[in-house]
């Protein structure tokens, strides 16, 4: 069993999952594999990407066989995999790896433009430009209402969860850096539900552009559904980062 670990420019796919009819992800990845392994390989990943989400560290999860080392297989997807994806590091792990299942947590970041140039077409594909002035101190403030255990149920996508989960996330780290012509929130969690960083990032900014209370985070946090969270910030200044496993699930790394 193989990890990989992938870049990749969410602008040209549909997501990470296989879809008929559409690029994605996992589909340019399997058939790359299959080109090289002349047989079918499933590529499963540690969670989807919507369309327009990008990566730097997207978990896969191969079967291939022995003759492939992590280090070879590497190199031979990098040779035919197209520009906007790359294999950054490839890892033996044990047999038991699981790309989801195994995961313990997983980190995204989410970047704003506040500048000016960020309006310009060099930057605004990678970046949410946001030009009205951003009370720096709210966002922090509202980033640390979202560490430890909450239910986040008000920032995810009705019905995309069993009717039996608890929308329970650990919130391991949140907070907003600044950075040259912006910012950037980084959040890691347990686990994570769908549109759930998005989400928070389009409410964090109203607040931080006084269209809400901070207040208001605090009541998300333990509100019964959606229905007043802020709309999603869009997806193409999101990217997950990395995903973290048990060290002993590692065998050798490339």
């Known amino acids: 069993m193989l990890q990989l670990v992938l870049h990749y420019d969410g602008t040209g796919f549909s997501g990470w999952q296989r879809q008929p009819d559409r690029r994605t992800v996992q589909g340019v990845l399997e058939d790359a594999l299959t080109r090289i392994c002349a047989r079918p390989?499933?590529?499963?990943?540690s969670g989807r990407t919507d369309a327009g989400v990008h990566a730097r560290g997207q978990a896969v999860g191969v079967r291939v066989a022995d003759k492939w080392q992590?280090?070879?297989?590497?190199?031979?997807?990098?040779?035919?995999?197209?520009?906007d994806v790359w294999v950054a590091s490839a890892h033996e792990m044990r047999d038991d790896f699981h790309a989801r299942y195994s995961a313990v947590a997983r980190?995204?970041?989410?970047?704003?433009?506040?500048?000016?140039?960020?309006?310009?077409?060099?930057?605004?594909?990678?970046?949410?430009?946001?030009?009205?002035?951003v009370k720096r101190s709210l966002l922090s403030e509202a980033a640390?209402?979202?560490?430890?255990e909450h239910c986040f149920r008000?920032?995810?996508?009705?019905?995309?969860?069993?009717?039996?989960?608890?929308h329970r996330c650990q919130v391991i780290h949140a907070a907003w850096l600044?950075?040259?012509?912006?910012?950037?929130?980084?959040i890691e969690a347990n686990r994570f539900l769908h549109h759930m960083v998005r989400f928070l990032v389009g409410t964090m900014l109203?607040?931080?552009?006084?269209?809400?209370?901070?207040?208001?985070?605090?009541?998300?946090?333990?509100a019964a559904d959606n229905s007043a969270v802020s709309p999603p910030a869009?997806?193409?200044?999101?990217?997950?980062?990395?995903?973290?496993?048990?060290?002993?699930?590692?065998?050798s790394t490339e």
């Open 144 to 148: 640390g209402l979202l560490r430890g």
């Open 41 to 45: 390989v499933a590529a499963l990943g």
């Open 206 to 222: 109203d607040v931080a552009l006084e269209r809400r209370p901070l207040d208001d985070v605090t009541t998300l946090l333990v």
């Open 70 to 83: 992590p280090t070879t297989l590497r190199r031979a997807l990098n040779a035919i995999l197209p520009a």
């Open 178 to 186: 600044a950075r040259t012509g912006g910012l950037v929130f980084e």
């Open 234 to 251: 869009p997806p193409h200044a999101l990217f997950l980062e990395r995903v973290i496993y048990p060290s002993h699930l590692y065998l």
């Open 154 to 166: 008000a920032f995810a996508v009705r019905g995309t969860a069993p009717a039996e989960d608890d």
């Open 107 to 133: 980190r995204y970041t989410y970047h704003v433009g506040t500048d000016e140039e960020s309006a310009s077409p060099f930057r605004r594909r990678l970046e949410w430009s946001v030009t009205r002035p």
